[in-house]
């Protein structure tokens, strides 16, 4: 497995455990990690990184784009 490299930020914990359930169900594993630091008291819910595999991550990008609504696609 190669270095871990971020695939996407989740607004919160609910929306990186949403993207990493999309990954598991491709077969691709991932790792959160905070994107911003924060006090360990606060309950707030942080940014989250989502860290796959740097070999995983064309696979990855595209078994989220399969994922997606159609509606949250933006075509330039």
């Known amino acids: 497995m190669g270095a871990m490299v971020q695939l ?3 607004r919160n ?6 993207i ?3 990954l598991t ?6 790792e959160l990690e905070a994107a911003v630091d924060h006090h360990p008291r606060q309950l707030d819910d942080a940014p ?3 860290l796959v595999s740097e070999d995983s991550l064309e ?10 609504e ?3 696609i933006v075509e330039d």
Not at 25 to 30: E, Q, V, W
């Open 8 to 10: 996407a930020v989740a």
């Open 13 to 18: 914990l609910a929306e990186a455990e949403e």
């Open 20 to 22: 990493q359930t999309i």
């Open 25 to 30: 169900s491709a077969g691709i594993p991932s």
């Open 48 to 50: 989250q990184k989502v």
């Open 59 to 68: 696979n990855a990008q595209h078994a989220i784009e399969a994922m997606g």
């Open 70 to 72: 159609p509606d949250d």
